[in-house]
């Protein structure tokens, strides 16, 4: 008894909130890597070592995790958010692939899709992370390209895989044999019972490692040329974007039915861009802009602000009530009105942020039931505008599927942002049960990146794409992207986030950055899909208003919506539309709480473990120390010193 107080004691910091952890949280006055997987947070380590800095040791983490499948690759794309100690400035990497030349609605819709395919050739944008990285270490970082990869180049050469990807490989080897380049690559015992590897065996890559020495010696030619360190990491850049890879990865692109083209990798950059941002009770957050979802936690927060959390307590009917009905009305926002904004005449961002936008959303709050019918509200007014979108609108209230009977919450918002109810939407959705396949959608897993050190550089990555089962571009060694099947075809399900050659698409991945008083506070991210902001907002308020340590926090129990349009998955309008009411729950939730719920309309289901695979750093500024937590999910760890 006396040794669980004390541990107790130790986990608690003095917090509101008192649990013991299933994992301790990190300390470190030097450094802090925290990423999804062991060996890429040691490549971190390995970098912080070598005297790198933080964006050295999150480009390092970054590629290692390219290298290891189970939920990105190298054809993937890359979201950053970079604490910059010499400006005091939050700054926004955007490194998003976009959609290649002749995908198009129409080209989509002629194959029978609503949505772009999950899988395969047709599900490609153009690659972002190896420009990304490139850019952020060429702009950021102090080392070179050669020593940043040399963890990956090693494990590309031969690493001892781990049962979880090697599990995902002969999961998903149905799809894996109608890619040539990928069944040469994962079905390491074709014709046997187990064509992937083992657990433990030694996975070698020996294209992409080729893939990687073309990079490097290209960068290591132009500083024979006596190129500044800059300079010749963008000779790599190019020779991946405009070069022999580039080439190859065409070729292999169109050979297996693929869009993308020379021109359309030539035209890709990657885009530095001012961060969005809201002040919380003295905390400014920060997220990418609104062609990732990012924002909604942002728009989250500022309805929360309203209402006293701390004093509701924490996971009590009334603050589950509460988030619940508060992320109903954003996801509605979010899937409505979010888009890549170089694309967007009519941008609502401004108004979406605006703070008497959210009080008057807050009071649209239903406090005694689920609202099944919200819908996205007008942001425009709050600009001094009119909303051209109306009509969508209207047409999103009466999208209908046939077999399901479910209809997709919608309204036309007014001023004040109060709700407009159609008498046709009164039995608005079936109550199914979500099923195994709908949740592996909801939750589709990529990885965290989170970084900092002792001279003030910090780093949030959210990196995806090229995931397993992953169609491998010919001799590159190289996955591409799925991320096209985050766009629509229609623009009465999202006017801002129609399939367009040259577009990006509205994404779930969603790196954080909090500061306090001007310096970093935390540096938080998650991966699983639509439901990262859903955590990441709970996160931050255990953090904020519970008193919670970091590590008790990514592992505090949470809620998750399905009352939102999936993101991932899913061809069809009936795979992808919301599910109202429907809430996971933590098993632990007791009895009295469930069946309140459910009187207010709720439907229940739960899980052992229910806060998503955070990691995060804070920053102790009363000790001058970083604490890091790491998610008890799976395999998400974290190294500091």
């Known amino acids: 008894m006396k040794r669980l107080l004390t541990l107790m004691f130790l986990f608690t910091m003095g917090a509101t909130y008192a649990q013991q952890t299933q994992k301790p949280p990190l300390h470190g006055k030097n450094w802090m890597a925290v990423t999804g997987k062991p060996l890429a947070a040691t490549a971190g380590a390995m970098i912080f070592q070598r005297n790198g800095n933080a964006v050295d040791a999150a480009c390092a983490m970054l590629?290692?995790?390219?290298?290891?499948?189970?939920?990105l690759s190298w054809g993937g794309e890359t979201q950053a958010l970079i604490y910059n100690p010499k400006t005091g400035k939050v700054i926004a990497i955007n490194a998003l692939g976009v959609a290649p030349t002749g995908a198009t609605p129409e080209f989509y819709k002629g194959k029978g899709y609503d949505f772009p395919p999950e899988y395969g050739p047709l599900a490609a944008v153009t690659p972002g992370t190896p420009g990304g990285l490139c850019y952020m270490l060429a702009n950021y970082g102090t080392m070179s390209l050669k020593e940043v990869l040399a963890p990956a180049m090693e494990m590309a050469a031969g690493y001892p895989i781990e049962a979880q990807t090697a599990n995902s490989i002969e999961r998903g080897k149905k799809y894996i044999k109608e890619w040539p380049y990928s069944k040469a690559v994962f079905l390491t015992h074709p014709g046997k019972e187990r064509e992937a590897p083992e657990a433990g065996e030694i996975f070698v890559q020996r294209d992409l490692l080729a893939t990687l020495t073309k990079m490097v010696e290209a960068e290591q030619a132009a500083l024979k040329q006596h190129k500044s360190r800059k300079e010749a990491i963008m000779a790599a850049y190019d020779r991946f974007y405009k070069g022999d890879i580039a080439k190859e990865f065409v070729r292999g692109c169109?050979?297996?039915?693929?869009?993308?083209?020379?021109?359309?990798?030539?035209?890709?950059?990657?885009?530095?861009?001012?961060?969005?941002?809201?002040?919380?009770?003295?905390?400014?957050?920060?997220?990418?802009?609104?062609?990732?979802?990012?924002?909604?936690?942002?728009?989250?927060?500022?309805?929360?602000?309203?209402?006293?959390?701390?004093?509701?307590?924490?996971?009590?009917?009334?603050?589950?009530?509460?988030?619940?009905?508060?992320?109903?009305?954003?996801?509605?926002?979010?899937?409505f009105y979010y888009g890549d904004p170089a694309f967007n005449k009519?941008?609502?961002?401004?108004?979406?942020?605006?703070?008497?936008?959210?009080?008057?959303?807050?009071?649209?709050?239903?406090?005694?039931?689920?609202?099944?019918?919200a819908g996205p509200g007008d942001p425009y007014p709050y600009m001094g505008k009119t909303n051209p979108y109306l009509h969508f609108l209207k047409e999103r209230a009466q999208l209908s599927d046939t077999t399901s009977g479910r209809k997709p919450g919608g309204f036309v918002p007014k001023h004040d942002a109060t709700t407009f109810n159609n008498s046709d939407l009164s039995t608005l959705y079936a109550s199914n049960e979500p099923d195994s396949a709908y949740m592996d959608r909801l939750w589709r897993g990529t990885t965290s990146v989170e970084a900092a050190d002792k001279e003030g550089w910090?780093?949030?990555?959210?990196?995806?794409?090229?995931?397993?089962?992953?169609?491998?571009?010919?001799?590159?060694?190289?996955?591409?992207?799925?991320?096209?099947?985050?766009?629509?075809?229609?623009?009465?399900?999202?006017?801002?986030?129609?399939?367009?050659?040259?577009?990006?698409?509205?994404v779930t991945l969603t790196p954080s950055m909090a500061l306090k008083d001007g310096k970093p506070f935390l540096c938080f991210g998650v991966q699983g899909g639509d439901t990262q902001d859903q955590n990441l907002l709970q996160f931050f308020l255990n953090v904020v208003e519970f008193g919670m340590t970091v590590q008790q926090a990514t592992e505090a129990a949470n809620i998750n919506t399905n009352q939102l349009w999936l993101s991932l998955?899913?061809?069809?309008?009936?795979?992808?539309?919301?599910?109202?009411?429907?809430?996971?729950?933590?098993?632990?939730?007791?009895?009295?709480?469930?069946?309140t719920l459910e009187k207010m309309g709720y439907h229940l289901s739960f899980g052992e473990r229910t806060s998503g695979p955070i990691n995060a750093i804070f920053f102790d500024r009363a000790h001058g120390t970083l604490w890091g937590g790491s998610s008890n999910h799976g395999e998400d760890y974290g190294i500091g010193w």
Not at 301 to 312: C, P, Q, S, V, Y
Request: aromatic residues 8%.
């Open 569 to 595: 998955g899913g061809t069809t309008i009936k795979e992808r539309m919301p599910h109202p009411g429907e809430i996971l729950l933590n098993k632990n939730i007791p009895e009295a709480t469930r069946k």
């Open 254 to 335: 169109q050979e297996q039915g693929g869009l993308i083209t020379m021109e359309d990798l030539a035209r890709w950059k990657p885009v530095e861009e001012a961060p969005l941002h809201t002040n919380y009770k003295g905390i400014e957050v920060y997220k990418l802009q609104e062609w990732t979802q990012g924002p909604m936690l942002l728009q989250s927060l500022n309805i929360l602000e309203n209402f006293d959390l701390k004093g509701m307590g924490y996971n009590s009917v009334d603050y589950i009530h509460t988030l619940y009905q508060t992320m109903n009305l954003t996801f509605a926002d979010r899937d």
């Open 458 to 506: 910090v780093v949030s990555i959210t990196p995806s794409g090229g995931w397993l089962p992953a169609c491998i571009a010919g001799k590159t060694g190289v996955g591409m992207s799925q991320r096209a099947q985050s766009f629509v075809l229609d623009s009465a399900i999202c006017p801002f986030n129609v399939i367009a050659p040259g577009k990006r698409p509205r």
């Open 63 to 71: 590629a290692a995790t390219c290298t290891m499948w189970d939920v």
């Open 346 to 373: 009519n941008p609502a961002i401004a108004g979406l942020l605006n703070k008497d936008y959210a009080k008057a959303r807050a009071q649209q709050i239903n406090k005694t039931m689920n609202d099944a019918q």
